[in-house]
């Protein structure tokens, strides 16, 4: 296995280039070139770096120039602070893991993922040529349905970048919105530069209370970090609709007294560890955090449990995310707690 260096250490720049209104004062304002100096000061080694199709892509799948010389100059403030760079495409033409976003048609549409293809191959024709740029394919699939398409899909589109950008490392993420558990059903890894990649918000009751975005959570829901097994489960189970049963698998044989502690996160990478050292593939968790609702204190709790489990193993990560979009690290509310959560990143 390759040492993923220079991936260990990380934060997403999220709802610069994704999620957002696509208008040039948005891209103009929410980042910008000082931010990197930020986060280099803040020690870390890389950043994730969120793009809709919509930078690129008009709706016709006509590329717009502007979206790419946008996307190179974060390249080169990158490389100008010492930084590694994810190009993550966040949104693809015909598939979101928004639902609100109505991009439908992605997995039974062969011209919608041929454009797909069409794109990787314009990034990797401009940027795979950069050392410190790693593609990922695609943010968050949401449906266990889609997990054969999306293996052939992703292995196509693989070696169609492969002939522009052999040394590139790619990430490959799984269903259930890049959950860990998928992993098992990802396609083998293509060649010795694909990483699996997830995603972990785990227990998601902590880190998504009072997320109106949630089904079934109460926006005033909320709840401290050090609490047992059993309350958990308990307040699981009143507040996470859809994620009941994944959740209860969560704290299935835990002692329903216990207080959380990192065995927690060590039951649930143990499983992708495995799978890791089997295939000789590199695990990557592109997104983890927690949102504004909960204190700056539990917040900081939960990180120094999860990037213990994350070191131990030397599984590199983004934290989610730099500013705003409710779980925001520079943002004043965190002033109290940033310098010591940034050496925990």
Sequence with gaps: MKDFTGY???????????QCDHTEER????????????????????VRVPVDYNLVEDAEGNYKEEGFVRLQNVIDWCKEYGLNMILDLHKTFGFSFDSGENEFGFFENEAYQE????LWEEFAKRYGKFEHVAFELLNEVTEKRFSDTWNAVSTICIKRIRAFAPNTWILL??????SIEPLADLAWPVDDMVVYNFHCYEPLVFTHQGAPWVEGMDP??????????GDYLKYSNEELTMYQELEKNCFTGLDPEEMINIRYFERMVEEAVRISRERDVNLYCGEYGVIDCATPEDALKWFKLITACFDKHKIGRAAWTYREM??????????????ELVKLL
């Excluded at 891209?27 to 890389?46: M, N, P, R």
């Excluded at 454009?115 to 069409?118: C, E, N, P, S």
């Design 8 to 18: 260990q250490h990380g934060i997403d720049l999220g709802g610069w280039l994704s």
């Design 27 to 46: 891209y103009d304002t929410f980042i910008k070139k000082e931010d990197l100096a930020v986060v280099q000061s803040w020690g870390l080694d890389h």
């Design 115 to 118: 454009r797909f293809y069409r």
């Design 173 to 178: 993420g799984g269903y259930y919105n890049n």
């Design 220 to 229: 005033a829901f909320r709840m401290p970090f050090e609490c047992n097994y």
């Design 326 to 339: 409710d779980f925001g690290i520079a943002d004043a509310r965190m002033d109290g707690v940033r310098d």
